[in-house]
């Protein structure tokens, strides 16, 4: 039996103890923190999620209730019950995960792992004692954290991460936010739908750098008619606080003469990315080595330097994705097991959880530019469908982008109401190398917001949207 210790309890770490148990392992999951489940449940993408839905139906009850013929009368927000909900939604998730480590008879220990040397670990607990495990495989699964550089004078009160940014029980009337990716419009898009005044700073052109632009520039309207306000093209200077206002200096990211302007704001959240996780490991002592942005290095087998030693998630190379994660544990569980499974890391869809949320899979067109590939375009709007109107999420598109003369689809891009669960018809067609012919040939169900992706693959097909 294959002893197998695993480095980090977040959707990666986790998941790979599942499969691993599944496939007849002896696995042990290593957790510093005192709760499973990583960065995604505890400070990430379920708390987020849990405030971005809470805030919706806030914004919606005070916006357009009255439009449905409901009528309230004293609408108010009671920011500490949304916490403590949102804290609870944390709790019933990090119970189901100690319950499949139970049902998998996967070993815990908390504590924080470090290599001994090729095949030990030590692990120090909370008490400061120490656990020596020896193992036969071993999956880093150490996650990522925000990037905070020095000059923005990071305190945790004042100047704050997505971590505080979870935790504020009391409503900020202004917040600056230092990046316009998908951490910073999301929590952006939470405290602006609550009445915050929200100002988003971005070194670059555009927001969400990486994703179609086109969908892109329509989030933007939509966020800005949420009262959003976007500083592009904008660098900061220096970042500082005094004991109740953050202070932000920027200027124009590329024209020298540019004039100073502050900003002063309740909190400045940091939101320029994340950077993995490996500090305190001592991989050096078991042989694994880091490329040149601390990521460890692995090969197509995800086998990090140390042959016996796998790495996975934000540690690595890659989108830093929950459900990227997932994938690459259940990749090294199988490949430890003697199998041939397959990730096509094109086909991994990003989402930003906004409303209306954004997603997209395979290709964007500046991708398909860089590589001299010829293509066309389909594109249909949200307000054109029937359901849409029904429920009054008139913004958004789709976009389906194929290969000018085999048709295939090599890039879907959405920006709508429930964009990020529409996504998947397109993963999965792209994964089967479908042509728009085909995805305007399956019959879509009416009234759906499904039936934007028809109408946008007959655009790109032959231009014969039927409502458009």
Not at 139 to 151: D, E, N, Q, R
Not at 328 to 336: P, Y
Request: aromatic share 6%; with cysteine.
């Amino acid at each position: 039996m294959i002893n197998v210790a695993i480095i980090g309890s977040g959707p990666g770490g986790y998941v790979a103890a599942i499969r691993c148990a599944q496939l007849g392992m002896q696995v042990t999951l290593i957790e510093k923190y005192p709760s499973l489940g990583g960065t995604c449940l505890n400070v990430g993408c379920i708390p987020s999620k849990a405030l971005l839905d809470s805030s919706e139906h806030f914004y919606k009850a005070k916006h357009s209730f009255s439009d449905h013929g409901i009528l309230l009368n004293d609408l108010h927000l009671d920011m500490q019950k949304l916490i403590s909900r949102k804290d609870a939604v944390i709790s019933q998730n990090v119970k189901g995960i100690e319950y499949l480590m139970k049902k998998n008879k996967v070993h815990i220990i908390h504590g924080i792992a470090s290599f001994k040397n090729l095949n030990t670990l030590s692990i120090t607990k909370a008490d400061q004692s120490i656990e020596e495990l020896s193992f036969d495989k071993c999956i880093l699964a150490t996650g990522s954290k925000p990037i905070t550089p020095a000059v923005f004078n990071y305190d945790k009160k004042k100047i704050i991460t997505s971590t505080e940014a979870l935790q504020i029980t009391t409503l900020p009337k202004s917040m600056t936010i230092i990046g316009a990716g998908v951490i910073g419009l999301e929590l952006g898009s939470v405290f602006a739908r609550l009445g915050t005044q929200v100002d988003v700073i971005e070194y670059l052109d555009r927001i969400l750098a990486g994703m179609d632009l086109d969908c892109a520039k329509e989030l933007q309207k939509s966020l800005k008619n949420l009262g959003i306000r976007f500083h592009l093209e904008r660098s900061v200077t220096s970042v500082a606080y005094t004991s109740d206002k953050s202070q932000v200096l920027l200027k124009h990211a590329s024209k020298s003469n540019d004039d100073l302007k502050e900003m002063v704001s309740d909190y400045c959240l940091i939101a320029i990315g994340r950077k993995p996780y490996t500090e305190g490991l001592q991989l050096q002592n078991a042989g694994i080595q880091l490329d040149q942005k601390n990521k460890v290095i692995v090969n197509d087998k995800l086998q990090t330097t140390c042959e016996n030693v796998f790495a996975i998630g934000d540690v690595i190379d890659g989108p830093m994705l929950a459900h990227k994660a997932e994938e690459e544990g259940v990749f090294v569980a199988e490949i430890l097991a003697g199998q041939m499974p397959h990730i096509n890391y094109n086909l991994i869809p990003g989402v930003v959880y906004t409303w209306p949320e954004m997603a997209g899979v395979g290709y964007t067109e500046d991708q398909l530019v860089a590589l001299s590939r010829n293509y066309k375009v389909g594109k249909f709007p949200f307000k054109a469908l029937g359901r849409a109107r029904a429920s009054a999420d008139l913004d958004g598109i789709v976009k389906v982008i194929c290969d000018s003369k085999t048709d295939e689809i090599l890039g879907v891009h959405i920006v709508g109401a429930r964009a990020a669960d529409l996504i998947m018809e397109a993963v999965s067609l792209l994964e089967f190398r479908a042509s728009a012919e085909d995805m305007a040939r399956i019959s879509h169900p009416h009234p759906t917001f499904s039936e934007a992706l028809k109408e946008a693959a007959l655009d790109a097909t032959a231009k014969r949207s039927i409502h458009n």
